[in-house]
């Protein structure tokens, strides 16, 4: 199994300009994380799907930001426009909450790293 | 509202020194810990959760609800422990809120 798989593993842009992050989960797994992390305030998270349905997105800091999960294989993270202030490193997380298997078990992705210039 | 502290950005000791990276928690419902580590250019993983009571790679926590405290310890500690480490909190939203990190450095 290759794990959680995100792409791009970096990605630099101007201002103003739309980005789209993209996920990949482990197959099986029915819940998604999308988590930013950055020096000042560590790992936050964003949203949280369950069976391709957004739970808690109260994490999302603005309108700029929105998710999506058309299907349980894939999930995008877009930014427009994105700001310099986006900048940091964006990690999906899977993990499945079926019978003894609760969201400690996430199984994280290697990251994106964005920056805004 | 739920909250991970995290008070040391880094940390250093010397190899063979003892460690612990201090973490305190803030949650008004029954809480579930973790710690999470990050080697360099690996993934986030899960190192322990408080429920196992269990030590891997040497690291033991221990649940303090008096203190609401969750340090993360080991006696001797290694050059390979050198990363970054994350606590966290299970809601019982089955969120994951995590602190801002402690990168510890194993001096050899």
């Known amino acids: 199994d290759a794990g959680v798989i995100q792409s791009p593993r970096h990605e630099v842009t101007e201002m103003g300009q739309e980005v789209t992050l993209r996920c990949k989960p482990i197959s099986g797994h029915n819940s998604l994380f999308w988590y930013r992390q950055t020096m000042m305030r560590g790992l936050e998270l964003l949203i949280y799907?369950?069976?391709?349905?957004?739970?808690?997105d109260s994490g999302m800091p603005e309108d700029r930001f929105s998710a999506k999960m058309p299907n349980a294989s894939f999930s995008t993270l877009k930014i427009q426009p994105s700001e310099p202030r986006d900048s940091a490193v964006y990690f999906c997380a899977s993990s499945s909450t079926k019978g003894s298997d609760p969201p400690e078990r996430a199984f994280f992705g290697q990251g994106t790293r964005l920056t805004v210039v | 509202a739920q909250r991970v502290t995290q008070p040391e950005k880094l940390l250093s000791v010397f190899k063979g020194a003892p460690v612990e990276l201090k973490c305190n928690y803030s949650?008004?419902?029954?809480?579930?810990l973790f710690w999470y580590v990050q080697y360099s250019r690996q993934r986030l993983q899960l190192l322990l959760r408080h429920i196992s009571r269990e030590s891997i790679k040497g690291f033991t926590a221990d649940l303090n609800k008096g203190e609401t405290s969750f340090h993360l310890k080991k006696p001797f500690a290694q050059e390979e422990d050198s990363a970054m480490y994350y606590c966290a909190l299970l809601t019982g939203a089955n969120n994951l809120f995590f602190g801002t990190g402690t990168r510890l450095t194993v001096i050899p």
């Open positions: 799907f369950n069976n391709n349905v957004p739970i808690d």
């Open positions: 949650y008004s419902g029954s809480p579930e």
